[in-house]
């Protein structure tokens, strides 16, 4: 009971602390402006080509992962927010104000969480929802559009937003482990970008069993009404993206255990 | 009450702190005293669960910090003024650290308003000056109304003014019967502000005492004057004193009573002008005590601490 009633305070400490700096709230508003604004751009542009496209790319065409298009550049606002969560902690030096006032680790990293994806979460459903329901309003009368009654379609928006979360999350543990934003941002982007690239330089058949790991791959899967070629299907793609997660999480947790503060 | 119990803390090669092991009790303000590089911060970042020990332990009223439930409510600790977001608020870090620990939310502008800090409350911790953050961060040790104070080099950056409010404010800490545990570099600080006090070098206990009592067991030396010098030092140093400087103005001697230095010249017929012992002042103390301790001594010669 009291170790509820103290992580119920320290989330509420670290809710106050998440609000009162401008990086937060600059970066949760980078994300929904690139979310929304080049999910509109992207919409916009499909709409006004969809004449010269070809009957096979027609064919493939997913209105749904298209509107959601913004997320992928949103994905690095997201994993910003949660780097900074921790890493400008050891920036300032403010770790060690937070540790004296919060002595338990695990609870301090806790009430961090929380607030990251609870926050992260509630915005990024939204966000998708807004950008999905945006995107079929640009395509309506010109290109094939679909609907949330759709039980895919619901699935993939939904999956947008815990995309998103889990890689607040995945910025977290990385800021967990390496406590340098620089070094943080760094390994974040490769993983998402640079990772893809250099699979690209494999051998075919090796690619075609490594891109469906890539975590970009993943949240492509998760956000795709139908599996696309040589990928997960979408719950697959959460389970595994959620495991990553979990690892990086979980050595995070340890580090910040054991290492001094 | 804080206990530091046979403490060790080694970071890689180096042996931060060996073997620390004393007590600071309540009702005094009780100074620690060491040159930079000497361990205070690492003790007092062991004290607050921030780094692990290596060998031995602190407690906090026979607790470790790390099991205290709600630690700002026991101990209030000033580490680093600059420790704080520099994108935060002053009021909006005090009103993190509260919550944080139940505390009333309306000792946030009480403690504000206590170190004088509340007309720039609102504005970010990034523009203050070194001053005002050692104000802000004096306001988050007292948040919680604690009976155990630590503040590691407090009066770093603060004005004259400051530094008075400073030392009137820990004796009034103490007199509530508080634990007061301040460190500096500064034994000139620590003469005037602790009563206890606790010296430490090269991470290793040297002495404790109170402030007379590391004076007066140091020796002092005994300044001359007299109508012949040159023939007085030469007695001196055939009876085993020791002639620590020789001045125009007269001879410093040290290893021999004034009593002594009298029978001496009174025996020799030499006239004695003037003859007054000098106290050591805890400057000379500390500075003794430490010398072959200090990590990062400069490497001028001794002497240019003789001067009074």
Same mark, same amino acid.
């Given at each position: 009971m009291s170790t509820n009633e103290n992580l119920w305070s320290s989330t509420r400490a670290e809710w106050i602390k998440f609000r009162s700096v401008r990086s937060s709230i600059?970066?949760?508003l980078v994300f929904v402006v690139l979310t929304l604004g $080049?999910?509109? $751009?992207?919409?916009?542009?499909?709409?006004?080509? @969809?004449?010269?496209t070809t009957p096979v790319n027609r064919l493939t065409f997913d209105p749904v992962s298209t509107s959601l298009a913004g997320t992928i550049f949103a994905q690095f606002a997201v994993g910003v927010i949660g780097v900074l969560l921790i890493s400008s902690e050891y920036s300032s030096g403010s770790i060690r104000t937070s540790l004296a006032a919060v002595p338990n680790r695990v609870r301090l990293a806790a009430s961090k969480l929380i607030v990251l994806s609870v926050s992260i979460l509630f915005i990024s459903e939204i966000v998708c929802l807004i950008a999905f329901v945006m995107g079929q309003a640009i395509f309506s009368g010109v290109v094939p559009t679909d609907s949330l009654a759709n039980g895919a379609v619901l699935r993939s928006v939904v999956l947008a937003g815990i995309y998103l979360t889990l890689l607040a999350v995945f910025g977290f543990a990385l800021g967990l482990i390496l406590r340098q934003s620089a070094a943080c941002i760094s390994v974040f982007t490769s993983l998402l970008l640079v990772l893809p690239i250099i699979v690209l330089f494999l051998p075919q058949? @090796?690619?075609?069993?490594?891109?469906?790991y890539e975590p970009s791959a993943l949240g492509r899967a998760m956000m795709s009404t139908t599996p696309p070629a040589q990928m997960f299907g979408a719950w697959t793609a959460f389970l595994i993206l959620a495991l990553y997660v979990a690892v990086t999480l979980g050595s995070g947790l340890f580090l910040l255990q054991r290492r001094d503060a | 009450m804080l206990r530091i119990d046979h403490l060790s803390k080694r970071y890689k090669d180096?042996?931060?702190v060996d073997d620390l092991d004393f007590e600071v009790k309540p009702g005094v303000v009780t100074g620690f005293l060491g040159p930079n590089g000497s361990g205070k911060s690492t003790t007092m970042r062991v004290i607050l669960g921030l780094d692990h020990p290596t060998k031995g332990r602190a407690t906090i009223n026979g607790k470790n910090y790390a099991d205290i439930k709600s630690p700002l409510r026991e101990v209030g600790a000033l580490l680093d003024a600059k420790a704080v977001h520099p994108g935060r608020?002053?009021?909006?870090?005090?009103?993190?650290?509260?919550?944080?620990?139940?505390? %009333? +939310?309306s000792r946030v502008d009480e403690v504000l308003e206590f170190v004088g800090i509340a007309s720039v409350a609102h504005k970010k911790v990034g523009g203050f000056s070194l001053g005002m953050s050692q104000r802000l961060g004096i306001a988050a040790a007292l948040l919680g109304d604690p009976g155990v104070l630590l503040f590691d080099e407090p009066v770093n950056g603060l004005d004259p003014e400051g530094i008075r409010w400073i030392r009137e404010f820990f004796r009034?800490? %103490?007199? !509530?019967?508080?634990?007061v545990f301040v460190s500096s570099h500064l034994m000139s600080e620590m003469a005037v502000s602790a009563d206890q006090i606790i010296v430490i070098g090269r991470g290793r206990f040297i002495t404790q005492g109170s402030v007379d009592e590391l004076t007066t067991t140091a020796q002092g030396t005994v300044f001359v004057r007299c109508s012949d010098p040159v023939g007085l030092a030469a007695l001196i140093s055939r009876h085993q004193g020791v002639v620590v400087q020789n001045a125009e103005s007269g001879l410093t001697i040290g290893s021999l009573t004034s009593d002594e230095i009298g029978?001496?010249?009174?025996? %020799?017929?030499?006239?004695?002008? !003037?003859l007054t012992p000098q106290r050591a002042s805890l400057e000379d103390v500390f500075m003794n005590l430490t010398a072959e301790s200090v990590q990062y001594g400069s490497?001028? +010669?001794e002497s240019t601490h003789h001067e009074h």
């Open positions: 600059m970066g949760v $080049l999910g509109a $751009l992207i919409t916009v542009a499909v709409r006004s080509h @969809w004449h010269e058949s @090796w690619q075609n069993a490594f891109t469906k | 180096t042996l931060a608020s002053a009021r909006n870090h005090l009103r993190a650290l509260a919550v944080s620990n139940k505390i %009333a +939310p009034s800490l %103490a007199q !509530e019967g508080r634990t029978t001496l010249a009174h025996s %020799a017929g030499i006239t004695i002008l !003037e490497s001028t +010669p």
